[in-house]
T-cell receptor, first 113, second 119 residues
Framework: GEDVEQSLFLSVREGDSSVINCTYT??????LYWYKQEPGAGLQLLTY?????DMKQDQRLTVLLNKKDKHLSLRIADTQTGDSAIYFC?????????????FGKGTKLSVIP | GAVVSQHPSWVICKSGTSVKIECRSL??????MFWYRQFPKQSLMLMAT?????????EQGVEKDKFLINHASLTLSTLTVTSAHPEDSSFYIC???????????????FGEGSWLTVV
């Protein structure tokens, strides 16, 4: 079945850039999402990208998609302590008849002051 | 952005009782809602998919008689944990897909989650 892989931990210094990587196996993935989860809270949609795009930028967030390598990354510029959270990569292929998301296990981002 | 509201945010119930969790899309219509369960330090586990007006589709291993899902309208889905036991204690999260054809169609938004503790 489909699989989404992420590294489990990332530690960066405040003010530096963070890059969270994700790989997926389903070549028919159409929508790819990044969600943020703070401790004890639900998921917050950060951004999403369609498979016909290579890059999407939204303020401090930049999403890069390499469809050939099935690699997705989320770059957070000028990382702040408030960015400390778990970041989930997810993919879906609605043309398969469902909008079920397949999630990675999440990357815990720790920001060092 | 669109808002999905879950209620209650946390609930404590006695073993053997039932508890209902609501998931509402506040400013959009959601034809499909998803219910997830999350164990500590783990990713989300999809429990079931519910489409408005039809029966929910449960994932393998999820007891449909124990986790009752009702999707009565385009803005409300409920999850009822029946005869709850301590092992049902978990974080339950719902998500809602924006109705296709609207400006934000195909996007999925999540609720804030509900902590269930069964004592």
């Amino acid at each position: 079945g489909e699989d989404v892989e992420q590294s489990l931990f990332l530690s960066v210094r405040e003010g530096d850039s963070s890059v969270i990587n994700c790989t997926y196996t389903d070549s028919s993935s159409t929508y790819l999402y990044w969600y943020k989860q703070e401790p004890g809270a639900g998921l917050q949609l950060l951004t999403y990208i369609f498979s016909n795009m290579d890059m999407k930028q939204d303020q401090r967030l930049t999403v890069l998609l390499n469809k050939k390598d099935k690699h997705l990354s989320l770059r957070i510029a000028d990382t702040q302590t408030g960015d400390s959270a778990i970041y989930f990569c997810a993919e879906t292929n609605p043309w398969a008849g469902s909008y079920q998301l397949t999630f990675g296990k999440g990357t815990k981002l720790s920001v060092i002051p | 952005g669109a808002v999905v509201s879950q209620h209650p945010s946390w609930v404590i119930c006695k073993s053997g009782t039932s508890v209902k969790i609501e998931c509402r899309s506040l400013d959009f219509q959601a034809t499909t809602m998803f219910w997830y369960r999350q164990f500590p330090k783990q990713s989300l586990m999809l429990m079931a998919t519910s489409n408005e007006g039809s029966k929910a589709t449960y994932e393998q291993g999820v007891e449909k008689d124990k986790f009752l899902i009702n999707h009565a309208s385009l803005t409300l889905s409920t999850l009822t944990v029946t005869s709850a036991h301590p092992e049902d204690s978990s974080f339950y999260i719902c998500s809602a897909r924006v109705k296709t054809g609207t400006g934000d169609g195909n996007t999925i938004y999540f609720g804030e989650g509900s902590w269930l503790t069964v004592v």
